[in-house]
């Protein structure tokens, strides 16, 4: 069979354990592996896993801030034995109501794990909670978890280190061999935001061996819509700077066009229609569109709060003018709008949504009824005048 014609396969695996492709078009089963070619993408299952095609019961968790809670949540309800660990005491008692059990060190979450999952804010983080002096790799005579995948936003330099590193572990006696004689570790960060966490709709951009992907598939499912295999270590996470590069200018833009239309006479739910109906039509708009009141469940709706903050955004566009810099590519808008971000996280809102450059840089307005619109003298829009 050609590639052509296995494309848009789409993984399922019954109740019995029997595997195989099924392909989107036909609905047939297919013997060709689509882990053989970077950028196929994996659909969740149309039936939920039964347990028994687990091979990972005993999973730990790392990072249970507004992402990693609703993704570890899942995984419980999916019936996981769950073991968490965070800084924040109060994010653990969440999880530990719910029947999680707790660890007080990365250390000893891998010593009660057979797989590991880390949601964390910074390259540092992540390097400090697999290296740091009680850290997943701390155990010099084997770890247990033989497969550890990594969600955060990085640089993927790191992964790619810390992949390596991972790749000269032992595992220890009482590990879950995935097929690999050494623990396999997967960089796969997010793209969703908090609703898709809590939705168990992300998508994942992975990147490292096929071996530990197919492996992973069952738990990233539980956690996700889509899974999209990029190629080796460090793959996902250059996919996710991409990405946030590209979605950062895309919401800028979109609030630019909006708050200009305000100040031309027009209605902003009128032109956000226009925008969705033509060739401005975006995520940024249709959904997660940037002005107060316009649309239900997003931060712009519940004053910018509970979403994908500035400063987490600004980080990101730092890690891909980082990269932009190493790989030797001009990238203006992202330096433009990296500024941009980095001067509203020094006005205060840097954890406020990444949509309130809306209402903070560019003075937009909420959707109000006719008569009753009010200007929004912001300090740091009125500097940049």
Known sequence: MSMKRACFLLKYIDSSSTRGWRSRKSGCVSSVNPANQQGQTYYSPSRPYSKATNDFQNVGFIGLGNMGSHMAFNLLKAGHSLC??????????????QGASQAKSPHELA????????????????EEVYTGANGLLSEVQGI????LIDCSTIDPQTSRDLATKVGHCKLSRNA?????EVPIMLDAPVSGGVGGAAAASLTFMVGGPQIGLNAALHLLHIMGKRVVYCGGAGNGSAAKICNNLAMAISMAGVSEGLALGQRLGLDAQTLSDIFNTSSARCWSSDTYNPVPGLMDDVPASRNYK?????????KDL???????????ISVPLTLQVHELYSNLCKAGYNNEDFSSIFQHFYKGEALVPTGEGKSLNDPLAAASD
């Open 84 to 97: 968490v660990y965070d800084r924040s005491d109060a994010a653990m008692q969440f999880l530990a109501k």
């Open 176 to 180: 879950r061999h995935i097929g690999s």
């Open 144 to 147: 247990r978890p033989s497969l």
């Open 318 to 328: 730092g890690l891909a003018l980082t990269a932009a810099k190493e790989t030797g």
């Open 111 to 126: 010593e009660q794990s057979d797989v590991i999952i880390s949601m964390l804010p910074a390259s540092s983080h992540v």
């Open 306 to 314: 509970g979403g994908f903050s500035c400063q987490l955004l600004s």
